[in-house]
Structures are given as C-alpha cells and as structure tokens.
C-alpha cells in the first residue's frame, strides 16, 4: 500500500491506515508519538540553563547533558572510549574475546516470517510480552550463564563483559554479549552455553580478530542520531528504544563508573581513572540525605569540590 499523508485520509480512517504498516513493531502514529516527547525535552533543554552565582556564567543545560538522544554525538564518544577502555583492560589480563547472541523463543514475537513469501505474518503463538518485559527475560538468561560454574568459579577480573540490546525486525529484543575471559575456560564456557540455550538459535563466537571493531558494529546501529543523516528507518529503530524503554548498552563493572569519570575527565582519561580506582585511593564523599557527591580526594589532594553557588534554572521555574 502506498503511504500517504493525514491530509489524504479522512480523520476517522486516518489512525486505522496509519497503523496498519509497523517497523521494529512500531506504527507511524508510535513514531510521530516519539517525535514529539523527543521535541518537548529538546525545548526544556535549550531554554533551561546552570548559573553560577559568583561569575554569572550560565550555560544552556543542553551543553551539559550528554545523551544518546539529545547529545548524540558525544556520547557515542564517551561508547567508543568505554570500549577502548574495556579492552585496554581485558588484553592487560590476559583474556580473549568471545561473541555471544541470546535470541528469545517464538512465542516471544508478534511476528513470524512466512517460509513462501518471506515477508513477516503475525504470529499466532505469540505470548503478549512487551519489548521491555522481554529484555528481562534476556537478562535472566545472560543471568543464568554468569552464575553456572563455568564461569562463577572466575574472579570479577577475569570476566569482563560488554552487552547490546538491539531489537528484531517485528520489534522483539535480542541481545550480543563481547565477554572477555581466559583462553583455557572457554571450551568449558561454551559448553555451558550450549547445555543452557538451543546452539540454532543462540550463537557463541570464537577466534574473533578485532574484539572493539566487532562489538562497535553492533554499537553503530543501535546509536542512529550519532549519523548526519538518518533514514525513515533509523528513525523507528531509535524510537523503538525511546517507546520500549529499553537500554541500549550495560556492562561488567571493569572500569571507573562513568558518573566519577564525567566528574574527573579533566583530570584523568577513563583507563588513567580506572587505575586509580583499583588502587582504591580515591576518597568520595557524598551527603547522606540524597548521595549528591560533594568532595573527592586522592591522598592529600583535592580533585573535585561541588559548588554550592550553582543553580538550574529551567522553563517551569527555579531548582535548587
């Protein structure tokens, strides 16, 4: 069916055509839904600014922010340093990089591909779980492996990992898994693998070349608005995760957490900081009553103080 715009339909019909045609499970009202939450907060940033009360600088809260939606750019750079990073870290340990794919049963899916047509047709089978609903399950099975033997009976040092979410065609997640462990624990570790998933469908990757180029191809479609132009497409898939409220990326806590690092760039790139952190010499201290960081020190020395003469304005007032 050819796709044509409100002006084309009479109101009453409009909604119904509208939504007949679906990309990652979302219909075009979904997307123009997105649109326009997207539009909203990209106001409240651009009007909303941080002052400081003793200088009267005041800079818009969209150059403080730093998101995949708003900020796009930045952050697919603070990714690629989180990965290089991680890597730095895995190759210093002595581990090699496996590439896990966990995928979830059909009565996960709305859809199903037609084996005649090849085209995707609903799925009677389909259970009713949501795209966020069914990141938990993902998460659970992931879960499952962290804690069979295979790899519990590994040090927190000698399992580092960096995961993906990234949905299906029809809208239903998948996750890819860049896990770094010991060369001599990975047959034991696919063997675990294929004992606890059907190997047809959930997929374990060895003898990878470039582990960062490998996971970054996965990263570079599910961060669209990092692009200078983005497609139709691109735009569904971006608003899958916005609608879903799924995350896109987590990880093995094998380097510096990313709120002290945002705190301390200036100071330390992300590896110098990681190093530091696990000579356990930095000294946070937070408040009590909401965990808002207001000093850190290394040794004797004063890297970061909150100021207190710092307030955000925003478009619906003043906050503290």
């Not at 591909?113 to 966020?132: A, H, I, R, S």
């Not at 201290?285 to 890297?303: C, F, P, T, V, Y």
Request: aromatic share 10%; proline share 4%.
């Amino acid at each position: 069916m050819e796709r044509r715009t409100s002006d084309e339909y009479p109101l009453t019909i409009y909604k119904k055509v509208v939504d007949k045609v679906k990309n990652y499970g979302l219909t075009r009202s979904d997307l123009a839904s997105v649109k326009l939450k997207l539009r909203k907060q990209e106001n409240f940033l651009k009007y909303s600014y941080v002052q400081n009360n003793h200088t009267g600088q005041m800079i818009s809260l969209q150059d403080c922010i730093i998101s995949a939606n708003h900020n796009p750019k930045q952050y697919y750079g603070e990714i690629q340093n989180r990965i290089d990073t991680l890597t730095r870290e895995a190759d210093n340990a002595n581990l090699i990089p496996v590439f896990l794919t966990l995928t979830l049963p059909s009565e996960f899916h709305p859809m199903k591909e037609d084996k005649k047509t090849k085209q995707l047709v609903k799925n009677q089978k389909f259970n009713g779980t949501t795209p966020k609903e069914a990141v938990k399950v993902l998460t659970k099975m992931w879960g499952k492996l962290r804690h069979d033997r295979s790899l519990k009976e590994l040090s927190k040092t000698q399992r580092m990992y960096y995961r993906v979410n990234e949905p299906h065609k029809d809208g239903t997640p998948h996750t890819h898994i860049l896990l770094f462990i010991p060369n001599d624990k990975i047959q034991k570790v696919e063997t675990a693998f294929n004992r606890l998933f059907n190997p047809k469908t959930n997929k374990f990757v060895k003898d990878i070349e470039s582990a960062k180029n490998y996971i970054m191809k996965y990263i570079n479609k599910t961060l669209p608005k990092s692009k200078d132009e983005l497609t139709l497409e691109d735009e569904y898939l971006n608003a899958w995760y916005i609608k879903n409220r799924v995350n896109r990326f987590c990880s093995s806590r094998s380097t510096a957490p990313m709120y002290l690092y945002r705190l301390l760039h200036h100071r330390y790139s992300l590896y110098a900081l990681t190093q530091v952190r696990k000579r356990k010499s930095l000294q946070v201290l937070a408040r009590l009553d909401d965990d808002k960081i207001m000093e850190i020190w290394e040794g004797n020395e004063l890297l970061f103080m909150r100021e207190e003469c710092i307030e955000v304005h925003t478009v619906k007032g003043l906050v503290a």
